[in-house]
């Protein structure tokens, strides 16, 4: 039987006992938030993220120019459509202050509880409970990496980052922890350093105290973040001297679209047609989710296999010629991607090809070597110089654009299911992250996970991904609360099934297939994308 809500005693540990907790105040979070109050009629419940804003990935990204790359109609809850953007592609911004309206709308922001780290949950047998420890910080300090905390946490002492801990215990855990949550860090073991003079900080920690003007600034990765803010540091206000931009592997760059009428006149026009007329909103909505459905059952589907193939290969095609035409010809080499289309996924392009113009921005496509004080020093392959050869890139700061720790799920939290098992270490013994329909693991009852393995689409709005899994979750969580049933468990035979149906068809797709190395696949396991 469960305590009464709020403060009880239970063997001289104290706990608050709250029905419903919810780990992360994104996109998930709210989503489940807002599906427990309106659905359910339920308010029960508490949302903790250890951000000092809600959002999630929004909230934390600030780079200059970042963007969606998903339309705005589209990327919005099909529960609460945003209608009213007036750009196709939302700023970070904009998506933060809709999600803001969205939690007011549905009056659940009294329910989110900020600064407060979950480090720990743990299934207690004998009440059937889940305790929950949480770590309450200091404001702001939850926006710093995992690493960067503890760093921050031995230099200058534990209160510095920390208040204090506390217990909690509820009937149901539901885990919205996102995937774009540690960023990588700089390769620790590369020679030299400790010797670089400059900053290194990650895009999606911008500092914002640093000042770019006159300086050389090196960018490490090519990816999404990376094509939207490279092009705005050699302009106002951030002005630098000249930007080297180091690149891995060539990205597949899809032309980003235009807004239908150009810019003015969609923003004059696009938000007062959707408002007065939602059905309109719906129907383009509608037709979004179609379009790209479609792209996904031609192109990446193996329903088909010799039919995918071959319009990859025209869709290879018409991006090839794109960047061709877009790009100096000294880049076309190096920007030819060796892999297929799908692999890994694309970039959808607005400036950066254009950008490449700019005098004082570099494309290099090298291994990095070592660092120097004031330098980066890059090896021969792919730039052009003998082998033994070195180049020395100047270098005041270092932009780490190298993504984040995608398959690490749930670093750096805890889950202990029954017996006292973690789930990472399942995971190890059944060789890889897994959950039935990306929601359920066997041995840990009551907890469900949104947007959990093998849900990401790679094609379409991650929203879409979120809303199916809390739908399928609530269909339990109802069951719970209503006092139908104590517990909701997946069978081991199940997931295990499932988990091998999944694996099977993903081996046959371009993910696993098209010859690229992404964050889809950790250790030959690809437990990100849905097949």
Known sequence: MAPPVGKSMSKDTEFTYIPVIVIGAGAAGISMGCRLK????????????????????????????????????????????NYVGKTLFATGHEIVTYF??????????DNIQLNSDITEIRWLEDEELWEVTVRHLVTGKGDLSASNREKLAEREGYDSVYLHTEKFRAKIVVSAVGGIVEPREFPADTPG????????????RWDETIDFAGKNILVLGTGA??????????????????????????????????????????????????????????????????????????????????????????????????????????????LTPDYEV???????????????????ITLKKQPLKRLQAKSLVLGAAGGGLEDGEEETVPADIIVLANGFDIGNWFHPLSVVGREGRKIQDVWKERNGPQAYQGTAMDGFPNFFILFGPNTATGHSS??????????????????????????????????????????????????????????????????????
């Not at 803001?100 to 922001?109: A, K, N, P, S």
């Not at 350093?193 to 999606?204: A, P, R, T």
Request: with cysteine; proline share 5%; net charge positive.
């Open 38 to 81: 309106s659905e359910l009629q339920f308010d029960q419940f508490r949302i903790f993220d250890r951000l000092s804003g809600i959002g999630g990935t929004w909230q934390i990204n600030k780079y200059p120019g970042i963007a969606c790359d998903v339309p705005t109609i589209l990327y919005s809850f099909s529960f609460k459509p």
């Open 342 to 360: 799908g692999c890994k996924r694309r970039l959808y392009d607005a400036y950066w090809f254009q950008s490449l113009h700019d005098e004082k």
């Open 462 to 531: 991650v929203i879409l991904a979120i809303e199916n899994m809390v739908t399928y979750s609530l269909q339990f969580i109802r069951k719970i609360l209503d006092a139908d049933v104590e517990l909701v468990e997946v069978k081991k035979e199940a997931e295990i099934e499932w988990t091998r149906q999944v694996q099977s068809e993903i081996q046959k797709s371009v993910f696993n297939r098209g010859g690229c190395t992404s964050w889809y696949i950790r250790e030959g396991w690809n437990s990100t994308a849905y097949p």
């Open 100 to 109: 803001h309206d969205v939690c007011q709308h549905f009056g659940i922001r």
């Open 225 to 334: 973040s990376a094509s939207q803010f490279v092009p705005l540091l050699t302009k106002e206000p951030y002005n630098a001297k000249s930007v080297t931009q180091v690149m891995r592997s060539a990205p597949w760059v899809h032309p980003k679209e235009k807004e239908p009428g150009g810019k003015e006149k969609f923003a004059a026009t696009a938000p007062k047609l959707f408002t007065n007329w939602p059905i309109l909103g719906r129907i383009v909505r509608t037709m979004m989710f179609l379009v790209t459905e479609v792209e996904y059952m031609t192109l990446f589907s193996e329903y088909n296999p010799t039919r995918a193939a071959r319009n990859r290969r025209k869709l290879q095609e018409k991006y090839l010629e794109h960047m061709k035409q877009t790009v100096p010809s000294q880049y076309h080499d190096i």
């Open 193 to 204: 350093l400790e010797e670089f003079e400059g900053s290194i900080f990650h895009s999606s």
